[in-house]
Structure formats: C-alpha cells, structure tokens
C-alpha cells in the first residue's frame, strides 16, 4: 500500500464503516483519482491480452471484478472499471426501496482484514438503479446486476422475474442472490425444490424478457455436500449460464478480533478466502469444465486471486480486500497477474484453471 493509500485508509477508519464507506461512493461519483496511485509497469499494458477472458458470450478484458454489495444502487460502476477492474457487479438491488437492518450494521475486525455485514439489502429500488443504467447504455465495459427479494414480499420469486424483466436491457448479465443471511428465510431458497421454482421462473423471465444476458446464481459457503449436489442439478438441469461462489459466511472459526467477532450478520475478508474457495472447486467437479464460475470470497492480492483460478474459477471478485488495501488494489492484482502470466509464459490466464481443483475440493468446509 502506497504512502497515500494509507492517508486515505487513515481518514476513512476515522469514520464508523457506513459513513465511510458512503464517503468513499460520493469520492468516485465525484471523479475523484482515488486509485491513481497504483502502480504501473511500463512493459505491462492495463489490458494485457493474455488476460483477457471469453465467458457467456462476454469478453472480459481481466478477470477482476468488483463484487456485488459495494456500489448497491448503480452510482459508480464506470468509476469502478476504471480503478482497473475488468468487470463491476452492482446491487443487491431489490424491487422496492427498503432500508435495510437497524443501524450500526457494519463491524470492522481489523485484526482478520475482515468485516461483518448484517445490512439487509438496503438500497432504493429498481427504479432509481434502472434510471442510472438506462444513462450508461451504450458505454463501454461489462456492468452485471445483482438482483434480490424485498424483506417482506409475499412472494420473493415474483421479486427476482421483476427484476429480470426491469434490468434484463441494461445488464452484461444478471446475478440471482438468494444467499445473503440477513434477509431472514433467505437463504432457504437454495433448498432443492424452492431452487427448482426460482431457477425455472427466472430463465422464463428471460426467455421473455427484451434482451437476454447471462444469468448467474450466487450461493453461500455454508453449504453441505448435498446442498451443493442438489444446487449443481438445478442449475445444470435449468440451463443456468454461471455461478458465484460464494456470499459471506456465518462462521467464525479461527479470529483473531476481539471486538465484533461476536456480531451477527455475513462474514468477509480474508478469513473467507479457505472456505470459499474449498467450496468453489467442489462445484467446479459437480458442473464439468464448461459452467461459468465466479470465485469470490477473501481475494487481496494477486496470488489470492491466481488460486481461486487454479481451485476452477474463471474470474474472480472482491470487495473487502479493497477496504485494507486501497483503491489501488485492482490495478495492482491485475499487474500481478500479467506479470505472472509474463513469467510463466502462459497462452492466457485461463491455462491456469483447475490445476489445484482436486487439492481445494479435497479440504474440509465444515
């Protein structure tokens, strides 16, 4: 982290992490060059070629992204593309604006590089996301939207065919979120026959809808054998095109904070990064070479990001890595990475998937 990095960190950890983390919005929507201190190597364009990444039909010019949950109502994802990322997820966005969970809601556990959320899907609803995105239509860079239930909809599937329908136009692809755990019973869609449901309305929706991106599902980590069976049947038997693995987690297991580890709500950040990624090589075997999957969970560096691709992923997302490290973190993974791919001498990045599939599927998630 560059001296001016760390001023910045400095200045935001002064405030609780909601207020910084609005801060930090209002910063990029501002046009601020927060991440124009990353580093650059004269040899290495920002593009490199050998890290470029065809999926769905997409062309991903890195396979770095920003994860859903920062930019939760579409402000900033073409300020997102240019701290370096190769792609920007927005959302959770659900139908009607909601408030979320009582405040405080966000918990640094600064020891882990870790943080707790228990937000609640806050954000101000499909029509103010889709007024930003109907704006950018037409710009450059590959934009996903990630799409959730309102807390007290008497029929949540009805929620995601809204929002399939309403961002269908506007989005390089669409992420299904059903597993958050601070909207209560959400996460019980990823049982089999609630799954079944969902996935079916959700690809009808598309079918129907006046354009037709992507459609990937995001799941949690805390998920056993046959959970994870039952979900890879679904999305293969409902022609889903992708998966993100994973959401936060519930666990707390080995912390080192000893203030917050207590909290409830979703856990990120770097103790994460095991668990997500033993997860991710085991839908890697159940799906077969050809399903897209996102890694996400505990990526802060180059090297991080290289082993999600080795366990089966092809891109990978973070978020809370950028809290610790800076908003020169893309830049600097996506160096990294074209640095390794320079000295390996690989074809494309992609020559790297699955090699470590068969050691991460091996270790234990419970």
């Not at 870790?114 to 996301?129: M, P, S, W, Y």
Request: glycine letters at 10%.
């Amino acid at each position: 982290m560059s001296v001016l990095d760390r001023i910045g960190q400095k200045l935001l950890f002064s405030f609780d992490p909601e207020t910084a983390h609005g801060v930090s919005i209002a910063a990029l929507r501002c046009g601020l060059p927060i991440g124009a201190t990353a580093p650059r190597d004269a040899r290495l364009p920002t593009h490199d070629a050998r890290l470029k990444v065809s999926l769905c039909g997409l062309d991903f010019p890195n396979p770095l992204g920003m994860a859903a949950g920062y930019d939760k109502n579409a402000e900033v994802p073409d300020a997102l593309l240019g701290l370096g990322f190769g792609f920007a997820e927005v959302g959770t966005v659900t139908p009607l604006p909601q408030s979320g969970n009582p405040k405080p809601r966000i918990f640094r556990l600064t020891a882990d590089e870790a943080v707790i959320n228990r937000l609640g899907f806050n954000n101000e609803g499909h029509a103010a996301a889709e007024k930003r995105l109907a704006a950018r239509k037409g710009r450059p860079g590959i934009v996903g939207v990630n799409i959730g239930a309102n807390k007290d909809s008497a029929d949540r599937i009805a929620d995601y065919e809204r929002g399939v329908t309403r961002f269908a136009p506007y989005a390089s692809y669409l992420t299904v979120n059903i597993s958050s755990p601070n909207t209560p019973g959400l996460r019980n869609m990823q049982a089999r026959e609630q799954l079944g449901e969902l996935l079916s309305r959700v690809m009808a929706a598309r079918a129907a809808a006046s354009a037709q991106p992507p459609v990937f599902l995001k799941i949690a980590p805390d998920l056993v054998e046959a959970e994870l069976e039952d979900i890879a049947a679904e999305v293969a038997e409902k022609k889903i095109d992708g998966i993100i693995v994973s959401n936060t987690t519930l666990a707390r297991t080995g912390l080192r904070s000893t203030t917050s580890a207590g909290e409830t709500g979703g856990l990120s950040g770097k103790p994460l990064f095991e668990r997500s990624t033993a997860v991710l090589a085991r839908m890697r075997k159940l799906l077969g070479p050809n399903m897209a999957i996102i890694g996400v969970g505990g990526v802060d560096s180059a090297e991080a990001a290289l082993e999600k691709i080795r366990a089966g992923a092809d891109l990978v997302q973070l978020y809370t890595g950028m809290i610790y490290a800076g908003p020169a973190l893309p830049r600097r993974i996506v160096a990294g990475m074209a640095r390794f791919a320079e000295r390996e001498r690989l074809g494309s990045i992609g020559d790297l998937r699955d090699c470590a599939c068969e050691i991460w599927a091996a270790k234990p998630i419970s």
